[in-house]
């Protein structure tokens, strides 16, 4: 096994273990909702410290329902997998046109 095979397999894990983790041990069962995201956290904890607090913003989109919410930040999650994996897919594959290219010219006779 390499030494990026390695690499890649303990990262791997460690994002494993950081999804899972969580989860097995039970963290957040004391609480309504235990994996609500940092804003709605954030939002109880400012409604806590000062009851008439006033945002200055509002959202330009307020979707209906928490599964709308949900859903369009997973279609925002997937889309940016795939531009990422678009662009190291591109980036392999230029690498690896270069590598070719370069055998294909050091392998040509002398003559051509």
């Known amino acids: 096994m390499s030494r990026n095979t390695k690499i890649n ?3 791997l894990l460690a994002v ?3 999804a899972v983790l969580p989860l097995v041990l039970g963290l957040g069962d004391h609480k309504e909702e235990p994996f609500a995201g940092a804003d709605a956290e954030a939002e ?3 409604t806590e410290i000062e009851p008439d607090y ?3 913003f509002s959202p330009l989109y307020e979707p209906p329902s928490g599964e709308v919410e949900s859903a369009l930040f997973a279609l925002q999650a ?3 997998a795939g531009v ?4 190291f897919g591109l980036r392999r594959g230029r690498r690896q046109g270069e590598q070719r290219a370069a055998e294909a010219l050091r392998d040509a006779p002398a003559g051509d």
């Open 16 to 18: 494993a273990a950081l």
């Open 84 to 87: 990422l994996a678009y662009y």
């Open 54 to 56: 006033e945002p200055w």
């Open 78 to 80: 997937a889309l940016g």
């Open 9 to 11: 397999a303990v990262l």
């Open 44 to 46: 109880t904890a400012i």
